[in-house]
C-alpha cells in the first residue's frame, strides 16, 4: 500500500462529510414525562382562563416573603401543543406576577430564573387545567363566589364541547367530582342564577367578594319576588316586566362599601306596591312567606341526620334504642307483674299449648316484647306524626343549633323531680 501524498491527504479532510437526508427540527419536542426544568420569566406566562379575576388580598404578603426567601414553592409548569412558550399549570399565577414586579425592582436573576417541574399536557388538557386551577385556589380559600361561579361556568362549556351536548347540573356535578373539584348541585343552581341575574346588575358589589349566603338571600328574594309579581299582576298594570324591575332596583346598591341585602328588599317591595297598587306589608308577609314556604316543600325528608325518625302510622310504634331505656323504676315494676296482650305475644290453643316463633327469632322477638311494653307504659297514646311534620321539625332544629325531637327516645327519657314537703311558712 502506497503513502498518500500530503496534496491526497490535505483533499481527503476537506471533504465533504456525510449530508443529512431527512428534515431539520426547529425545536426540541417536550418531555412526555415529568421533568425538572429552567425557564425564564420571558418563556413563562399566566394561564388565560384562570379563574382569579382580583388581585389577591395576600398579594403583598406573598411578595414580601419572595423576596427575602425566594420562591419556595416553584408552580408547576405545562405548554399546549405546537406551543413556543409554556404556561402555569395549577394555581401559581400570583407567584408568576409577583417574580416579574421583583424582577423589574431589583434586576435579580433569582427572580427571572425559575426552576419549575414541567408536567407534559395531557389529553383533557384545558380541562384538567382550569379544575386543577380551581382546586389550587379553593385550597387556599382566596376565590370569590362570583370567581368560583364563572370558572365553573368555563368548565361546563369545556365539557359540553368535549361530549356535543348540554350537560344538567346533576351532572356537572358528578363530572366536576371525578376531575378533583367537588361542587354541589344546589351550590351550582346558585352560581348559575349569580350569573345570570346578579352580575349584570351589581359587579362591583360581586367582585368585591360577596358571599353565597347573601347571593343565597338576592337570588331567594328573586325567586320569591317573581312568583307574587306573577300572581298579582294584570295585563293593564303590567307596565313593566318583574326581570328588569328587579335588575333596576339592583343597580342602584352598587356600591361594595354599604350594600346591605335587606336594603335591597326594602326598595324591591316598595316598587312593587307602587306598580301593583297594593299595601307594602301586605307584600313584604307574601314574599317572606313564601319563600319560607318554597323551602319547605323543596326539602328533602329523606336528607336529614341520622337522629330523626322516619314517618310512621299512628297505630304502630317506633323501634327504641338500646341505650334509650332507664332502668324499671317500682311503679314500672308494678305494672309489668300484670300480662299484657299482644300481637307478637304467643296465642294460646284450647289444648294448652302455644304456637312459638322459630328457634333463631325467640330472642329478638322477646326484646321487640319488651321494648314495646316499656314504651307502651310510658304513654296514654302514640303522637301522629308525618313526612312533612318532621321535615319542618328538622328545619326549625337546624336553625336554631338543636337536636330535632325524637318521640321514642324523649318519651322515655327522665325528667328529675324533687320529692320531699315544701318547707312550712311561719312569717304568715
Known amino acids: 500500500m502506497t503513502d498518500a501524498s500530503p496534496q491526497e491527504m490535505a483533499n481527503k479532510l476537506m471533504s465533504d462529510g456525510f449530508g443529512r437526508s431527512g428534515p431539520v427540527a426547529n425545536a426540541l419536542t417536550d418531555p412526555i414525562a415529568d421533568t425538572p426544568m429552567v425557564v425564564t420569566l ?27 426567601r425566594g420562591l419556595d414553592a416553584p408552580p408547576p409548569i405545562t ?31 433569582r427572580f427571572f430564573r425559575i426552576g419549575c417541574l414541567f408536567r407534559p399536557w395531557p389529553e383533557r388538557g384545558e380541562i384538567v387545567a382550569l379544575t ?17 361561579a364563572l370558572g365553573v361556568e368555563k368548565v361546563r362549556e369545556l365539557y359540553e364541547q368535549e361530549d356535543g351536548k348540554s350537560l344538567s347540573q346533576s351532572e356537572l356535578a358528578r363530572r366536576l367530582k371525578a376531575d378533583g373539584y367537588p361542587v354541589p348541585q344546589p351550590h351550582i343552581s346558585r352560581m348559575q342564577e349569580a350569573i345570570q341575574f346578579l352580575l349584570p ?40 316586566d318583574f326581570a328588569t324591575l328587579f335588575q333596576d332596583v339592583l343597580m342602584v346598591f352598587d356600591s361594595p362599601g354599604s350594600f346591605a ?55 304502630s310504634q317506633p323501634t327504641l334504642p338500646s341505650t334509650a331505656a332507664p332502668p324499671p323504676s317500682a311503679s314500672t315494676s308494678q305494672t ?81 323531680v324533687q320529692a320531699g314537703g315544701l318547707y312550712p311558712i311561719s312569717d304568715v
Open 42 to 68: 420571558d418563556q413563562l406566562r399566566p394561564y388565560e382562563l384562570d379563574p382569579r379575576l382580583t388581585r389577591n388580598p395576600l398579594y403583598e404578603e406573598i411578595k414580601a416573603s419572595i423576596r427575602q
Open 79 to 109: 405548554r399546549r401543543p405546537g406551543a413556543d412558550h409554556y404556561i402555569i399549570r395549577n394555581g401559581g399565577n400570583t407567584r408568576l406576577a409577583i417574580l416579574r414586579d421583583l424582577w423589574s425592582e431589583s434586576k435579580d436573576e
Open 336 to 416: 309489668t307483674e300484670t300480662p299484657r296482650t299482644s300481637a307478637n305475644e304467643p296465642h294460646t290453643l284450647p289444648g294448652g299449648s302455644a304456637t312459638c316463633p322459630p328457634a333463631d327469632a325467640n330472642e329478638d322477638q322477646q326484646d321487640k316484647d319488651d321494648r314495646s311494653v316499656l314504651f307502651q307504659e310510658h304513654i296514654v297514646s302514640p303522637a301522629e306524626t308525618t313526612d312533612r311534620l318532621q321535615s319542618i321539625q328538622r328545619l326549625v332544629a337546624d336553625h336554631t343549633g338543636e337536636t330535632p325531637p325524637d318521640f321514642g327516645t324523649n318519651v322515655l327519657q327522665a325528667i328529675p
Open 201 to 240: 346588575a351589581i359587579p362591583n358589589v360581586l367582585y368585591a367578594g360577596l358571599g353565597r349566603h347573601q347571593v343565597e338571600q338576592l337570588t331567594s328574594l328573586r325567586r320569591a319576588g317573581s312568583r307574587i309579581w306573577d300572581a298579582r299582576v294584570t295585563r293593564n298594570s303590567a307596565s313593566i
Open 132 to 148: 386543577g386551577h380551581l382546586a389550587e385556589n379553593e385550597l387556599h380559600g382566596s376565590l370569590s363566589f362570583i370567581e368560583r
Open 261 to 315: 341585602a335587606q336594603r335591597v328588599q326594602d326598595e324591591l317591595i316598595g316598587q312593587m306596591a307602587d306598580l301593583l297598587g297594593v299595601e307594602y306589608d301586605t307584600l313584604a308577609f307574601e314574599i317572606t312567606d313564601s319563600e319560607k314556604r318554597c323551602q319547605l316543600l323543596n326539602s328533602d325528608p329523606n336528607n336529614t341526620s341520622s337522629t330523626a325518625t322516619t314517618g310512621q302510622p299512628p297505630t
